[in-house]
């Protein structure tokens, strides 16, 4: 990068290291949000890493088992293995490498996420990144829905030296929309950076913006380090961020324009109140988030 040209990038706010903890009977997780040092990066709320784990062949799926959701959506982007999923509003389906899962919770939803069949038997290796994406207090009882979004679905762009690859799934960037409905406007980029790439990331001024390291290892405006499973939150100071590879890196880049509601959490319910968590609760135990037929 020549560090002599004017372009003021974004500030870097902060550079968060993720904490590890257990989701379900199956994923390993590394989550970097919510933790005590960043409370939101609106419209996103959370960020949960699975593995890169091995999985043993074996005969019986793990995972997590059905649970239900409310007020948000929940976003997987498949890197490595296959996951099955379905939920009480009756989808499922099989994701795998590539492939994007943008789920809408809305009104509320039983859903359970398993390795799928036929990978738990042969085994291998899972990679995961599961976000949770806030809805605007008007869409939060929306109908339950499930964008299953193929990996060919999504566009992808070079970046500017032709050495990267930039994979639009949601929102626009230089004129390519990717393939996912959102309820406020955000983009997310999946950016396969090969060591030694270049990269100047440009999005509007007014958006939260974060870098998540999925992999690899990034050089940040020339001089500022973060590494694999680490979130760069960065300022509104200016629309551009420069980003070089030091490794093959993966950036998943997640911005959008701030939810400014307040927010009330509770598990897996995300309103705007305590009064809308206490109705959430009691929805869910008289079972009106729905129940699978071969649940007890
Ligand atoms: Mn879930």
Known sequence: MDTTQATTFRR???????????V???????????????????????????????????????GSPPHPHRGFET????????LAHRDTAGHQGNIGPGDVQWMTAGAGLMHEELYEK??????????????????PRKDKMAPANYQDIPSTEIKTLPTAD????????????????????????????????????????????????GLYIVKGDV?????????????????????????????????LVLAGEPIEE????????VMNTNKELVQAIADYERGAMGKFEDEE
């Open 162 to 209: 032709g050495k990267g690859t930039i994979r639009v799934i949601a929102g626009s960037y230089e004129g390519v929309t990717g393939p996912a409905s959102t309820f406020s406007p955000l983009t997310m980029l999946d950016v396969h950076l090969p060591k030694g790439s270049e990269f100047t990331l440009k999005l509007p001024q007014d958006y939260n913006v």
């Open 262 to 269: 307040p927010l009330a959490t509770y598990g897996p319910f």
């Open 12 to 22: 870097i706010f902060q550079v968060i290291d993720g904490n590890r903890k257990a």
């Open 75 to 82: 976003v997987t982007v498949m890197y490595q293995g296959v």
């Open 219 to 251: 050089l940040l405006h020339g001089n500022r380090p973060a590494a694999t499973k680490q979130l760069v939150v960065l300022g509104w100071n200016s629309e551009e961020a420069h980003l070089t590879a030091t490794e093959d890196s993966i950036v």
């Open 118 to 135: 036929e990978f738990t038997r042969r085994g291998g290796t899972l990679e995961v990144v599961q976000l949770w994406v806030n809805m």
């Open 24 to 62: 379900g009977d199956g994923f390993q997780v590394t989550s970097p949000m919510p933790g005590p040092r960043i409370r939101q990066l609106s419209p996103f709320l959370l960020i949960d890493h699975i593995g890169p784990m091995a999985i043993a062949p074996s005969e019986t799926p793990l």
